[in-house]
């Protein structure tokens, strides 16, 4: 399978309740991205986490990453309708490859 | 405000026509990336460049090619376009290779 695998494959939740998606990989890697995608559209990054960080935050947003069990999770807190969207994890592999990976994307729908 | 472009955002072609697909940014970015995205399939890397006149194959590259002739611009070419090449096709920069990654709205392109 992919590295930068997500899980799950998609969520539903109410306006106000917290979403938690997670991602895991099979290689060393030097960073994890988590981007966001609204239907039909480009993708939007959202936060950068080095292998050397275990948590971030940027606004409603909290990333962890646990290097041990290669995987990280995005939670999204306070829902907000406008929050639907596919969400993508993409690693930067420790293996001399040039570009980033992403997985397959969780596709969050938060009911209003 | 950054900004990634991309010729088309819908596009209708016949089997076995050459299609080119370009994308502009304005950030003056060393690096630039073409993705196709399939449901279930996330983003796969068919291209990406990272200079002028300079390109390295991704993930798929079979029935595609790629031209950079200055900075800014990325062409994606399907040589002879295929049913199997109908996708939601993505166009990226970044400064810095395999960090934050900037994308265009995308191209839907559909093969009768």
């Known amino acids: 399978s992919q590295q930068g695998e997500e899980d799950p494959q998609a969520l539903s939740i109410q306006e106000g309740e917290n979403a938690t998606m997670n991602c895991s990989y099979k290689?060393?890697?030097?960073?994890l991205q988590w981007y966001r995608q609204n239907s039909g559209r480009g993708l939007v990054h959202l936060i950068l986490?080095?292998?050397?960080?275990r948590e971030k935050h940027s606004g409603r947003l909290r990333v962890t990453l646990d290097t041990s069990k290669k995987s990280s999770s995005l939670l999204i807190t306070a829902s907000r309708a406008a929050d639907t969207a596919s969400y993508f994890c993409?690693?930067?592999?420790?293996?001399?490859?040039?570009?980033?990976?992403f997985g397959s994307g969780t596709r969050l729908q938060v009911q209003p | 405000d950054v900004k990634v472009t991309q010729s088309s955002r819908y596009l209708v072609k016949r089997t076995g026509e050459k299609v080119f697909l370009e994308c502009v940014q304005d950030?003056?970015?060393?690096?630039m990336f073409w993705y196709r995205q399939d449901p279930g399939l996330g983003l796969r890397l068919i291209y990406f460049?990272?200079?002028?006149?300079?390109?390295e194959k991704g993930d798929i590259p079979e029935g595609y090619s790629v031209s950079r002739e200055k900075k800014e611009r990325f062409s994606l070419i399907l040589e002879s376009a295929s049913t199997n090449q109908t996708s939601m096709y993505l166009c990226?920069?970044?400064?810095?290779?395999?960090?934050?990654?900037?994308f265009g709205p995308g191209t839907r392109l559909l093969v009768l």
């Open positions: 990226a920069s970044s400064s810095i290779v395999r960090e934050t990654q900037y």
């Open positions: 290689t060393s890697i030097n960073n």
């Open positions: 986490i080095r292998s050397n960080e």
């Open positions: 993409a690693t930067d592999l420790d293996t001399g490859r040039r570009a980033l990976t």
């Open positions: 950030m003056d970015h060393e690096n």
């Open positions: 460049s990272y200079d002028v006149k300079m390109k």
